[in-house]
């Protein structure tokens, strides 16, 4: 059973107990109507309370029903709500943990409603790009007020119960045990002949209403972005000021299901399913034990290492942190702990937080500091080489059991690996710059890792509010294998006749941060030149430059040097399209033969987003990554991937399979094309079949 019914006194306490947060799928909504109807017929109860368990009220609708026949079977949510408000004995809903959602509508219902001080309340659905639609956005603002359930609403925030005590929304706010509470209070409802309250019969009583919404339009309006569900929001709640509650309850149920089927709601639900996804790992029993990370070990105090030991230091992990000369480990230090300072003049950490989080950190020159962390993030050069040399030097110093990681780009982990003895221990953790911001972290699973060792770093990236996914071994694991192929897609446009500015601003509509030269001239142009002549000269083969190279040997690495793709004024930041760089792009056209030709903007967006697409089909179909959704977490945490596309391959699903292959087999007709543009066999075959990547 989803509740347990039992009696106390002569007060009906019906328990919602479906784990973990007693999500509202059909199953818990059939066994509490027919707990309700059971307690209104029982002749030993007068009243009835409605609870939850400690952690959880209710978090609201089950959205793993979103879309299936389930979300549909009756019981549905409002014909729950309103069996409650049209109860013949008075209902006390009876609230602690999280009350959110669904579950919020469902405590709406009730008579009255007594929480515990803590307890979370929230309507959040606008998160997921839908609106509350169970009664949230009229029965809410009868209960706290226009303005404060619009702000609640429209944002989607969590307020402790506390906070809106005093409203209608609470008869009582407790520190105690909200069910004894709420049953006292029920016996005195009986006792004193209180009456059935119910939300629907207040008014919303605001004399400025009409001025609020006008300015709460605007800014909603302004800050939606691409997403219809905040202004719908704000929409539903002004309904409870001009329409009755029937109507207005029709329209918001109308208003619920429109949301539902648009592209953007569509994506907001698949980042929300992708993320709980990710942390599923075959093979991996869930439960099994961990090993224990006490103390932690970062190599190198560069770009990447600092950003690295800020993440375990806000964990309150200790961190001993190495560099090969003093200065560097001076330079590290010092960026990190600006990097505190700063988060301090903006009031985000106060003085002595920063000083206790530096304190965690232990700077060395030698490795005899390693002898007891539980894991190490080496963060050095990127060459096999450096690698080598420290990993050899890990083997013999960590204790046993210590797991050996490396932040590689490129690299081949089981190669590292082979460096030392116990290559079960080693695996990728792979950050994204600044690492100390970005989310998205790949955790690099070896041939030869052991599954804890992979369990524990899921579970790390968890405590440092990383968001983890596993990848296979490959060049540039899934996100920097893929960025490859967009890079070059679009380098190709310019060839073929494309400017930068015209490349990132198609890109940059479509809803990308940053076009792919803006980002270029933002991480610096000499990188990958240095990358080519590296790999040219290793292959022993004679560079063919490319107009990015030919930037570089002009002195224009990006913004660094005031011009790349784009020239930059003195200290700002706004790219301005340079004739220099067109010239250097109608030489290399000339050099290479090519007649520039028209590129739309369409062709811009498909030819780049495509490219990551079929580069992701082929990640899969090589069991580099194990879910299409996780690309899309890559994509979206550690690129810039606009969230309401719900990533590149969500996005492929939404265009239609067979579209993007008959691009796909277009762009790889075209006479001299890249053989990476034929469609990637999976990407066939799903198409073919009808099927889709999610
Ligand atoms: P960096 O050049 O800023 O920092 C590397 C640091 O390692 C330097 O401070 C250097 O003194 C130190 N170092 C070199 N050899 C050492 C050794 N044997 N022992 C101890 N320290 C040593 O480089 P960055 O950008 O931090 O990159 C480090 C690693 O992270 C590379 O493998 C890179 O591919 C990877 N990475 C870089 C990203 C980026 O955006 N910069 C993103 C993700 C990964």
Known sequence: MSSHYEVRGRTAVITLDYPPINGLGATLRTDL????????????????????????????????????????????LPVLIAALEDATKPVVAAIAGVCMGGGLELALGAHYRVAKADAQIALPEVKLGLLPGAGGTQRLPRAIGLEAALNMIVSGATVPAAKLKGTALFDEVTEGDPVAAAVAFAERVVAEKLPLKRLRDLKVKDPQAEAF?????????????????????LEMVALSISKPIDEALRIERETFMGLMNTPESRALRHVFAAERAAGKIAGLPEGAPLREIRKVGVIGAGTMGGGITMNFLNAGIPVVLLETKQEALDKGLGIIRKNYENSAKKGKLTAEQVEQRMALI?????????????????????????????????????????????????????????????????????FFSPANVM??????????????VLATSMALAKKIKKIAVVSGVCDGFIGNRMIARYGAAAQGLINAGALPQQVDGALQKFGLA???????????????????KRKAAEAGVEMKPIVADKLCEAGRFGQKTGAGWYRYEAAKRDPIPDPVTEQLITEYRAANGITPRAVSDEEVVQRCIFALVNEGARILEEGIAARASDIDLVYLNGYGFPAHRGGPMLYADTVGLPNVVRALKRFAAAPGADPSWQPAPLLLKLAEEGKTFS
Not at 213 to 233: D, E, H, S, W
Not at 411 to 430: C, E, M, Q, Y
Not at 525 to 531: E, F, K, P, Q, S
């Open 213 to 233: 919404l006008q300015f709460a339009r605007n800014t909603v309006g302004a800050m939606a972005g691409p997403y219809p569900a905040p202004l719908k929001c």
């Open 362 to 430: 232990t700077p060395t020159l030698d490795y005899a500091p390693f002898a007891d962390v539980d894991l190490v993030v080496e963060a050095v050069f990127e060459h096999m080489d450096v690698k080598e040399q420290v990993f050899r030097k890990l083997d013999e110093v960590c204790k046993p059991g210590a797991i050996l990681a490396s932040n590689t780009s490129y690299l081949n982990i089981d190669k590292i690996a082979s460096f030392t003895k116990r290559p079960a221990d080693v695996l990728g953790l792979h």
């Open 514 to 532: 940053m076009g792919p030269f803006r980002m270029g001239d933002l991480a610096g142009l000499d990188i990958g030149w240095a990358t080519r």
């Open 33 to 76: 109507l027919a707990a309700l109807d059971r307690a209104l017929a029982d002749n030993d109860a007068q009243s009835i309370v409605l609870t939850g368990t400690a952690r959880a009220f209710s978090g609201g609708a089950d959205v793993k029903e979103f879309g299936t026949a389930k979300a549909a079977q009756e019981p549905r």
């Open 439 to 452: 989310r998205l972290l790949e955790v690099v699973r070896g041939a030869k890792t052991a599954p804890d």
